[in-house]
């Protein structure tokens, strides 16, 4: 069983940045895909981006150049950078893992942690 606990979201003007964190516990962190999902008020959770545990990296196309996803496997820790926010990426920011073999979609994950709430102000 891996416990996820997110950190690190907050309010930011448009053009901001903000760095999410997610912390592991339980498992082997490193042969986890990390991923990391939003939701936004009235919409379907979606995915934003995955980590597999190679290190290759996967985006959403909203966020391709924005946002960078990263990982310390000595620390058991996800991080999303997210830099020149705009208003339409605010929403709660959920962090998964999975052993499966797919990244993109919620069922593909197996471990979720809370959320974190991210707002962008016009």
């Known amino acids: 069983q891996v416990q996820l606990v997110e950190s690190g979201g907050g309010l930011v003007q448009a053009g901001g940045s903000l760095r999410l964190s997610c912390a592991a516990e339980?498992?082997?962190?490193?042969?986890?895909?990390m991923g990391w999902f939003r939701q936004a008020p009235g919409k379907e959770r979606e995915f934003v981006a995955a980590?597999?545990?190679?290190?290759?990296?996967y985006y959403a196309d909203s966020v391709k150049g924005r946002f960078t996803i990263s990982r310390d496997n000595a620390k058991n820790t996800a991080y999303l950078q997210m830099n020149t926010l705009k208003p339409e990426d605010t929403g709660i920011y959920y962090c998964a893992a999975t052993r499966l073999g797919g990244f993109v979609r919620r069922a593909d994950y197996e471990y979720w942690g809370r959320g974190t709430q991210v707002t962008v102000s016009s």
């Open positions: 980590m597999h545990r190679s290190g290759n990296a």
């Open positions: 339980g498992g082997t962190f490193s042969i986890y895909t």
